[in-house]
Nanobody, 127 residues
């Protein structure tokens, strides 16, 4: 079992920055990857970014409202914590952001590759 607790969300203005944190506990030694997903009201959950637990390889979403270039995922293995630095925030970034841990072989951007999920943290960006 792995427990994930997100923090760092809040209400900000367009152009501001936020850093989300995800603290992992439990059997983290089996973790292959950590990811961030988000879900806006009325929309499906979508992939944001992921990082391999040991190698530090990163992967970012590449869709229309891309976060690549604005968001940075990183990890501190000593603290069992993954971060999502979000810069130049836009109103369309408003969503609940979820941290996830994946133990099985799979694609980093696919939600089914993740076994454990946090409770989510709200990010609201006003225009």
């Amino acid at each position: 079992q792995v427990q994930l607790v997100e923090s760092g969300g809040g209400l900000v203005q367009a152009g501001d920055s936020l850093r989300l944190s995800c603290a992992a506990s439990g059997r983290t030694i089996s973790t292959r990857r950590m990811g961030w997903f988000r879900q806006a009201p009325g929309k499906e959950r979508e992939f944001v970014a992921a990082i391999s637990w040991s190698g530090g390889n990163t992967y970012y979403a590449d869709y229309a409202e891309s976060v690549k270039g604005r968001f940075t995922i990183s990890r501190d293995n000593a603290k069992n914590t993954v971060y999502l630095q979000m810069n130049s925030l836009k109103p369309e970034d408003t969503a609940v952001y979820y941290c996830a841990a994946g133990m099985v072989v799979g694609r980093m951007e696919v939600s089914s590759s993740y076994n454990y999920w946090g409770q989510g943290t709200q990010v609201t960006v006003s225009s």
